[in-house]
């Protein structure tokens, strides 16, 4: 069961797991939440580790640095044919 945290709007979730050869997977679930249903989502896939511990930390600190450089894009706007001047 992976481990759910809250950070600046977005809620993600640390899905890390062992693998068959003892090695951890990080591996973290990032959502956002608007009227009571997610919103968008995205997956993101790390690298494996020796340690559960080393993976959860990289798990969480790549969730952090992704919403800390998803904020305040409009994942809402419409595309455009349009090249800016």
Known sequence: MGQKHDCKGYT???ETAVMED???R???AVMTLGEGR????RFI???TFRTEENARRRAVEAAL???DDDRGKD???LPTNFSPL
């Open 75 to 77: 994942r809402l706007a």
């Open 22 to 24: 003892g090695y951890y």
């Open 65 to 67: 640095a992704w919403i």
């Open 38 to 41: 997610v919103r968008s989502q």
């Open 12 to 14: 993600f979730l640390d």
């Open 45 to 47: 896939d790390l690298e």
């Open 26 to 28: 990080a591996c973290v």
